[in-house]
């Protein structure tokens, strides 16, 4: 993984921010695929994908986002907006000259992927998402009746933790405590996100007093970079994702999608992960089926970190898919 570090590009977009990206051309006249990470992860946390598919000549553009590791770092969090990072994005594409793109987007990384579905629909020929599926334009339901919509359809309130994430101190508290926030982002046993993440509160208590509980040994393999990435750039940048989710500018920037444009007129694939107690696959399959009438839907068994817990079920998944809407 290392060595992938190294080959690494830099680029300044057009607002003026500078993007640490991985960028392999295509050969043979495959797409290239645009890889987004979610927090708290990294571009490294692809390098299966970004293996895999090098090897079968497709292009690959595999940005660290915004806020996270050799890409710049602003604390403002409106410059975090998912329209604005959709252009950065886009940005790259047109330096390295890529026109026949496929964006794929993991977490926080599938709602941006979906601002670029709203706002750049024609720069490419599909979209994907794991874990997170693909979210509407959002102009009037607010944070805490977001709450309550969750939990009347699940029973629990799934997204209780973006208050804590988004609190003006969590940036100072998280590596104080770095050991424990580690532990349960990337907890082995799955169920103890609705406990210890999801409550509102929760997870500060859980971080705070230092608790601790067994990791999922797949991100034992990014761990060494996470560590000496987010000891290098801290976490406030990252949780500005959490402070744009719950801020009255994310319903404005909604507001500027084209009505037209909510419908996802393009091939798009969703790969949900059964064992996530936070991105529940029934929120993103409604969705799909709603607003993606080409959509292919599938579910691994397995948690949210799924580009890491099953590489080779998800690269063979999205190569059948590519497949399918390229032939």
Known sequence: MESLLS?????????GFNYRYFFSPATSGKPTLLFIHGFPSLAIDWH?????FKAKGYGLVVPDMLGYGGTDKPEEYTEYLHSLLAQDLVDILDHEEVTNA???????????????????????????????????????????????????LLGYNPYGY??????????????????SFWDILHAKDTRTWRFNICPPGAISVFIESDSRTPRDPALDQVQR?????????????????????????????????????????????????????????IIAQTAAKQYCPQAT?????????????????VNLALEKWINSIVA
């Open 162 to 179: 973006w208050e804590d994430f988004s609190s003006s101190d969590a940036a100072d508290i998280i590596p104080k405590h770095v050991e």
């Open 297 to 313: 839907i599938e579910t691994f068994d397995t948690g949210h970190w799924v580009l890491l817990d099953v590489p080779k079920d």
């Open 7 to 15: 080959s690494f590009k830099h680029f300044k977009v057009s607002r």
């Open 225 to 281: 970079i996470h560590d000496k990435e987010f000891a290098k750039g801290g976490f406030r940048g990252p949780l500005n994702y959490y402070r744009v989710a719950i801020s009255a500018e994310e319903l404005e920037d909604a507001k500027k999608v084209p009505l037209e444009n909510y419908t996802v007129k393009k091939p798009v694939y969703l790969g949900c992960t059964e064992r996530d107690e936070i991105c529940v696959p």
């Open 102 to 152: 496929i964006a794929i987007g993991h977490d926080w990384g599938a709602r941006t992927n979906s601002s670029l579905a709203h706002f750049h629909p024609d720069r490419f020929i599909g979209f994907g998402f794991l874990a997170v599926g693909y979210t509407a334009p959002n102009t009037s339901v607010t944070y805490d009746e977001l709450q309550a919509q969750m939990t009347q």
């Open 48 to 52: 299966h994908q970004i293996t895999f």
